[in-house]
C-alpha cells in the first residue's frame, strides 16, 4: 500500500507540472499583460513602460517567466484581480464557503435520495416503481441543467404564489433577501430551488448507477447463499448486497469531488448565488484572465487529487484489490 | 439441428441490428430525431425570416400564425428555433465527428502499437481528462472569439473545435482498451502473417470489430456536444446572435421571462428531445452491442 501511494504519487506530479504548463500557456496567448493599464494612460511615457516591464521580468526568456509564475502559484499567490485590483486568491476564498455550503447540501441530498430509491428500484426490477424511477432517471440525464433551472423559476417563482404572503413561492436569486435580516430560515429558503436544481440530474446519474450496480450484486453467489441459510431479506439486501454495490459509488463520489469547488456554474449563474462559479462567470464576461486561469489551475489540481483519494478510498476498502 | 438456420423469412438483419429493432425505446429515439432532423431540414419553407425583425408583434402569444409566439423583437420563434436547430444539430454532429476521428486515431495507435507510443499518446489523455471541460470551454471562447480564421458562421467553426478538443478523450480509452483486446485474437495474427501492413491491420482488421463500443459513444459525444453547444451560448460565450441556436435563444428568453415565459420552454423542449432522442438511440446501440447488458427501459 505505502509503495502504490507513493508510485501514484509520483504519477500525479508529471500531470499537475503539464497542466501548470497548459494553463501558463494559456494565460500568456490572453490579450494585456499587467502593464496594459499604463499603456492606456497618455501621462505615462513609453520608456518607462519599458523599463517597468524590464525591472518586472517581463523581458525574460518564457521558462523564467514560467518558473517565477510557478513559484508563485506554489505559495498560493496568483497575481491581482484586473478588475478588483484585490489578490485573487482572496476573490476565491470569499466566494468558496458560498460554493461549499450549496453544493455539500446538493450532494448530501443527492446521496439521501439515491440511495434508497435506487435500492428499492434493483430489489423489484422491472416492477412499476422500477420504471417510473428508471424513466424519470433517464430523463434527469438528459435534460439540459440550466433549462432545467430556467423552468424552477417558471413554476415556483413566476407561477406559483406563496398563499401567506401572496408573494413568489420561493425567492429565485442570492443568498438573502435584502431588506430582512439574515436569519437562517431565510438562507435556507433562498436554498431550495438552487439546491433542487442541482440535485435533479445528480440524482439522475446516482440513482441509475446504484441501480445497475446492486442488481448486479444482488445476482452474486454470495447474495444466494445469504439467503439460503435464512437470513432475513433486510439483512441480505442492506447488509450484504448494499456494502458490496456502494463499493464503485465510493469512486464516482471520489470523482464527483471537484464540483464542490465548481459543479454549480450554471446554477450560481441562474440564481445569482455569491460563489465560484458566479466568479467565473463574471470574470470570463469582463476577461479577467488571473482569475479565470486561477479557477482552472485549483480545479484541476483537485480533479488529480481527487482520482487518487478516490483510487486509494477503492483500495482500503475492497480487500480483494491489492496494489503492490 | 438446420431448422433454424433456414428459417423462410425476410433477409436476416444482423444479430445486433436485430436487437436494436426490438427495442421501443430506442425506435421512438430514432423517430423523434428524424422527425426533428427533416423540420429543421426543410426550415426555409416557413413564410417568416428568422432574424426578420417587426417591432409591432412583440412577445405575442401563440397563435395559428405564430404556433409558438413571437420574441422580443417580433420574431417567428418556430422559425427561429428551426434555424436554430440546425446551428446546434450541425455542431453536434461535426463535434461528434471530430472527437470520434481524433480519439479513434490517438487511441487506436495507443492499443495497437503499445509500449512506449502508448505512454506517449496516454499522457495527453490524462491531462485532458483532468482538465474542467466547462470552464475551459469558457476560457478558449473568451480567448479565441472574434479570431478571424475561426470566426465562420457565427463562430460555428470555433465552437465545433473547442468542443471537440475537450471530447475526445473518452473516445481514445474506450478504442484504446478494444484495441488492446483485438490486436491478440487470431485472425489479426493470420493477417500480419500473410504480411497486412499495421495500418491496413487497424483500418481493415481490427477497427472493424470495435466498431460497436465506438457506435455507442459517437452517439453519447453528440448529446454531450449539443449540451456544450447549448450551455456555452446560453452563457453568451457560444455562437453569437443574431444567429439563433436554442442556447442562445434561452439567453434572450431568460431577460423577458416576466414577460412572456413561454419563450424559454420552447428552445429548452428542443435541446431535451433531441438529447433524450440521441441517449435512447445510444442506449439501444449499448444493449444490442452488448448482450449480457440489458437496461428495464425499452421493454
Redesign the interface.
Known amino acids: 500500500m505505502g509503495r502504490y501511494l507513493t508510485r501514484r504519487i509520483l504519477e500525479a506530479l ?2 499537475l507540472l ?2 501548470s504548463l ?1 494553463v501558463y500557456a ?1 494565460l500568456q ?2 490579450p494585456g499583460n499587467p502593464l496594459s493599464q499604463l499603456e492606456r494612460d497618455p501621462t505615462i511615457r513609453p520608456e518607462d513602460i519599458t523599463r517597468r516591464a524590464a525591472e518586472r521580468g517581463l523581458d525574460d526568456p518564457w521558462l523564467v517567466q514560467y518558473g517565477r509564475w510557478a513559484g508563485a502559484v506554489l505559495r498560493g499567490d496568483f497575481g491581482t484581480s484586473l478588475q478588483t485590483g484585490r489578490p485573487v486568491m482572496t476573490e476565491i476564498i470569499d466566494r468558496l464557503p458560498n460554493t461549499a455550503l450549496l453544493v455539500g447540501i446538493a450532494f448530501a441530498v443527492t446521496l439521501l435520495v439515491a440511495i434508497p430509491v435506487g435500492v428499492l428500484s434493483a430489489v423489484r ?2 416492477s412499476t416503481f ?2 417510473v424511477v ?2 424519470l432517471a ?2 434527469g ?4 441543467i ?2 432545467f433551472g ?2 424552477l ?2 413554476v415556483f417563482y ?2 406559483l404564489s406563496n398563499p401567506f404572503t401572496g408573494g413568489p413561492l420561493f425567492p429565485a436569486a442570492g443568498m438573502f433577501d435584502i431588506d430582512r435580516e439574515r436569519s437562517l430560515v431565510n438562507r435556507a429558503w433562498h436554498l431550495v430551488l438552487p439546491v433542487t436544481m442541482l440535485t435533479g440530474s445528480w440524482v439522475a446519474w446516482y440513482t441509475r448507477f446504484l441501480r445497475g450496480s446492486m442488481l448486479e450484486t444482488l445476482s452474486q453467489d454470495y447474495v444466494r447463499t445469504a439467503r439460503a441459510k435464512g437470513l432475513p431479506e433486510r439483512a441480505v439486501v442492506y447488509r450484504h448486497a448494499l456494502k458490496n454495490a456502494s463499493l464503485p459509488l465510493v469512486t464516482l463520489i471520489g470523482l464527483d469531488l ?1 464540483m464542490i469547488f ?1 459543479g454549480a ?2 446554477t450560481e ?2 440564481f445569482s448565488w455569491p460563489g465560484m462559479g458566479r466568479l ?2 463574471q470574470s ?2 469582463r ?1 479577467d484572465y488571473p482569475i ?2 486561477a ?2 489551475m485549483l ?2 489540481a483537485l ?2 487529487l481527487s ?1 487518487l483519494l478516490a483510487d486509494l478510498a477503492y483500495a482500503y476498502l475492497d480487500p480483494r484489490i491489492r496494489y503492490d | 439441428m438446420t431448422s433454424v438456420a433456414q428459417r423462410p423469412g425476410p433477409p436476416r438483419l444482423p444479430r445486433s441490428a436485430r436487437a436494436f429493432v426490438r427495442n421501443r425505446l430506442a425506435l421512438a429515439g430514432l423517430a423523434t430525431l428524424t422527425l426533428i432532423l427533416l423540420a429543421v431540414t426543410f426550415a426555409h419553407f416557413s413564410p417568416y425570416d428568422p432574424d426578420g425583425i417587426s417591432l409591432r408583434k412583440r412577445f405575442e402569444p401563440p397563435s395559428l400564425s405564430h404556433p409558438f409566439g413571437t420574441d422580443d423583437l417580433g420574431r417567428d420563434v418556430l422559425t427561429r428555433v428551426l434555424f436554430g436547430g440546425r446551428v446546434s444539430l450541425a455542431v453536434g454532429g461535426l463535434a461528434m465527428g471530430l472527437a470520434i476521428a481524433v480519439g479513434t486515431l490517438i487511441g487506436g495507435m495507443a492499443g495497437y502499437f503499445g509500449g512506449w507510443v502508448d505512454s506517449l499518446l496516454m499522457r495527453p489523455t490524462d491531462l485532458f481528462l483532468s482538465l474542467p471541460s466547462l470552464f475551459v470551454l469558457i476560457v478558449l471562447s473568451t480567448l479565441l472569439i472574434g479570431h478571424p480564421l475561426l470566426n465562420a458562421f457565427g463562430g460555428m467553426l470555433l465552437i465545433v473545435v473547442i468542443i471537440a478538443v475537450l471530447s475526445w478523450m473518452t473516445v481514445a480509452r474506450i478504442v484504446r482498451s478494444s484495441f488492446l483486446a483485438i490486436r491478440e485474437r487470431e485472425f489479426v495474427e493470420a493477417a500480419r502473417a500473410y504480411g497486412a501492413r499495421h495500418g491496413r491491420l487497424m483500418a481493415r482488421h481490427i477497427l472493424p470489430n470495435a466498431i460497436g463500443p465506438l457506435l455507442v459513444q459517437a452517439t453519447l459525444q453528440v448529446a454531450v456536444a449539443i449540451i456544450a453547444e447549448s450551455g456555452l451560448s446560453y452563457l453568451g460565450f457560444g455562437i453569437q446572435p443574431p444567429t439563433a441556436t436554442w442556447g442562445n435563444m434561452l439567453k434572450d428568453a431568460q431577460t423577458y421571462m416576466t414577460r412572456q415565459p413561454l419563450l424559454a420552454v420552447f428552445p429548452g423542449l428542443m435541446i431535451f428531445l433531441t438529447v433524450i432522442s440521441v441517449n435512447a438511440i445510444g442506449d439501444g446501440l449499448r444493449d444490442a452491442f452488448d448482450p449480457r447488458r440489458s437496461s428495464s427501459l425499452g421493454r
Do not use: G
Not at chain 1, 141 to 144: A, D, E, H, T, Y
Open positions: 508529471p500531470l503539464l497542466l497548459l494559456l496567448a490572453s426490477p422491472y422500477d420504471q428508471t424513466t433517464f430523463m440525464q438528459s435534460i439540459p440550466f433549462w430556467l423552468l423559476i417558471l413566476l407561477a471537484p465548481s456554474l450554471f449563474t441562474i467565473f462567470y470570463a464576461l476577461r479565470l486561469m479557477v482552472v480545479t484541476s480533479i488529480v482520482n
